[in-house]
């Protein structure tokens, strides 16, 4: 039995994204067509099968440890940005400023999908959700330069809809104005969820 649900649910890809050389920049460079190989968006500075543990799982391991890169692309939804944008006063975000990997339109509260959840395109090339990405003062500060006086309403802008990290589980290619099919774990909630969390 299949443990991953096929689902109606589609996003298309309203633009695809590259970091190059993370040192120099947080920002991403657009493409037309991303390349995908086991360590995600060929050329992408956060790619890599590995990588060194970070502050977001400082709960588990020390910072620098090699661990498995399962944050290897950046996926944000147009829905979101639009409403990022508007809490932060301007007309519109672009993806670039964040550091994104691909934009996607179609599909609600896209920040929410379920971890273990895939993305299919239609060369099979599929993306695994890994979780809700959360805001970080970096973006702000791209924001900050390129838009005096809207950068600091980023992270409070973004709780909640910054995207989602994601890792390549088959490799191929996507191009702007594919569309991807959302998979999504056939798995009921976890009934204690609540109380791990510490709610």
């Known amino acids: 039995m299949p443990a991953l649900k096929p689902t109606g649910f ?16 947080l920002q991403s460079e657009p493409l037309r067509e991303a390349v995908l190989d086991w360590g995600g968006i060929v050329g992408e500075a956060h790619g890599g099968v590995t990588r060194p ?4 799982v400082s709960a588990q391991h020390p910072r620098g440890t090699e661990i498995r890169n399962t944050g290897q692309l950046s996926i944000v939804s147009a829905e979101d940005l639009a ?12 993806p670039a400023w964040l550091g994104a990997s ?5 599909i609600g509260d896209f920040s929410l999908v379920p971890p273990g959840s895939q993305l299919q395109g239609p060369d099979g090339a599929s993306l695994v959700v890994d979780m809700e990405n959360r805001p970080c003062i970096y973006p702000g500060q791209v924001i900050e330069a390129a838009r005096p006086g809207h950068g600091k309403a980023f992270k409070r802008a973004a709780d909640g809809r910054r995207g989602v990290t994601a890792w390549v589980e088959r ?9 991807l099919r959302l998979h999504v774990p056939d798995q009921p909630a976890w009934t204690h969820l609540g109380v791990a969390r510490g709610a």
């Not at 994204?17 to 920049?25: C, F, I, L, M, S």
């Not at 543990?53 to 977001?56: K, L, N």
């Not at 409403?83 to 007309?91: P, Q, S, T, V």
């Open 102 to 106: 691909l934009v996607v339109r179609g």
């Open 83 to 94: 409403a990022i944008a508007d809490d932060c006063g301007l007309e519109a975000i672009d």
């Open 171 to 179: 490799p191929g290619r996507m191009a702007l104005g594919n569309t």
């Open 53 to 56: 543990a970070c502050s977001r």
């Open 10 to 25: 589609y996003a298309e890809i309203t633009w695809i994204g590259r970091v190059a050389d993370r040192d120099a920049g």
